[in-house]
């Protein structure tokens, strides 16, 4: 009997190795506070995540398998989570952050480049297996032109570099421009590869496949609280700008984060799409286009590693998440 009382008092002990459910669970962002991970900080700051989440920056080179190694959740490109999970790391994707892709190619508007065709023969800025590069060349592929005709040279992707003469365009995300609103900012013609039917996941949510597997109401909650930040970002600037610059040594400056925000608003919520709702065909795509590049072996299949249910539960669970009606092109 006292052995029995014993162990109705003892209390559950998780096993090792994997997340208590009272504990914290980590949001981490592959890269520095801004715009482009306006919804996290959004969710955060206005209290719409439910449990316990701690949102933190942290750049890392092996950030996907520092998730899995930590139990976490965390957002990077599509291109980072695929190769990484190919490369055994165990991780699941449940939604994007931006639904398709945010390279683009930049060339000065007095230059007369406007189109992927008038880049063959130029110099191109690039990033060596970047997702720039390798959505770059799938763009081209497609479209049938020669790539042996462009000049690609390394580490020339900058502003600068393309305002100096040192390369005719550069492959650069849509956020990074310059403001044009500024006075000495340079006009600007804008390539789209998306323009020309290349679609891939560009920043996506993923999960230790322990956690997904342990804790799913936790990723429901979290995927809930994101949609919700994404959205309060998006219904008024004049509300939404002051919350996400925050204060102190890591603020950002209030009309730069106004600009990041608008020329990704887009990619957040297309035409007609909803919030983090990706699909197989840009999985594939991306899958293709890896492949292309020979960055990689598929050796776990997307049906492994995807998973739409998610999406699919917190959007039949809550239709007004999906409602249109909180955002609008002069907001």
Known sequence: MAGTVLLLLRPDTAPVGAPASSAAVKLLLDGPYGARFGGELAASRQGYFSSRIEVAAQSDPDFVETIARQHAIGVTSGQKFLLASWRGVPVTAFAASFLDTSVAIFTLESSGLRRPADLVGKRIGYRRASEGDVVFDAMMAQLGLPRSQITKVPDRDSFEALRAGEVDAIIAAIDAQPDPANWNSMKLNVIKPQD??????GLVYFASTALVHEQPSMIADVLQGLIRGWQFTYADYARSVPVLAGTGPTALNPVRLRFELQQQRPLVLPTGGRIGDYDESRWRTLRDILLFA????????????????FLRDVYRRSPDLAAPGAWSEQK
């Not at 020309?196 to 996941?201: A, D, L, M, R």
């Not at 020979?294 to 249910?309: F, H, I, R, S, W």
């Open 294 to 309: 020979k960055l990689g072996e598929e050796d776990v299949p997307l049906a492994q590693t995807v998973n739409y249910q």
């Open 196 to 201: 020309y039917g290349i679609h891939v996941p």
